[in-house]
């Protein structure tokens, strides 16, 4: 479904998204459109973005095609979720230690859902960090 959303071309494109978006949050799916893990996360991404245009803007960037970004954001994972508010980037904290991304696609739209609300409610009053509403430390656990 990555044809669905919109695309980020270049690295002034995602610089412009990102400095031109006043009241929405901007989630940003960084990764390879081929790539499976990206398939799944771009499927719950077009689900979800009816819901929340209201309070947040969703595009799509290939890593390959658009490589300014992977140092910076250390965009080494195969898909990542990114969000950003007024210019800022908006860390949140799932219990996995990594604070600056979402690196695994989320397969439940509602807690997509929760998460980008609570990041939009966070950034609204200033706050740079956001605690997710379900905690992600044991995702893996056997």
């Known amino acids: 479904m990555s ?3 919109p695309h980020l071309h270049s690295g002034w494109e ?3 998204a990102i400095l031109s978006e006043e009241d929405r949050v901007v989630v940003i799916r960084f990764g390879r459109d081929q790539d499976q893990t990206c398939m799944v996360q771009d499927e719950v991404l077009f ?4 819901k929340v245009k209201n309070f947040a803007v969703i595009y ?4 390959d095609e658009v490589p300014d970004f992977n140092g910076m954001y250390e965009l080494y994972d195969a898909c990542t979720t990114m969000f950003f ?7 949140v904290d799932l219990g996995t ?6 690196n695994w696609a989320l397969a439940d739209k509602q807690e ?3 998460i980008i ?14 605690v997710s509403p379900k905690d992600y430390s044991t995702k893996y656990r056997y």
């Open 3 to 5: 044809y669905m959303l």
């Open 14 to 16: 995602v610089d412009q």
């Open 47 to 50: 689900g979800i973005a009816e």
């Open 60 to 63: 799509l960037v290939d890593i």
């Open 85 to 91: 508010y007024r210019n800022k980037h908006i860390m």
């Open 97 to 102: 230690g990594n604070n600056n991304k979402i």
């Open 112 to 114: 997509l859902i929760d």
């Open 117 to 130: 609300e609570i990041v939009y409610r966070g950034a609204r009053k200033g706050r740079g960090l956001v």
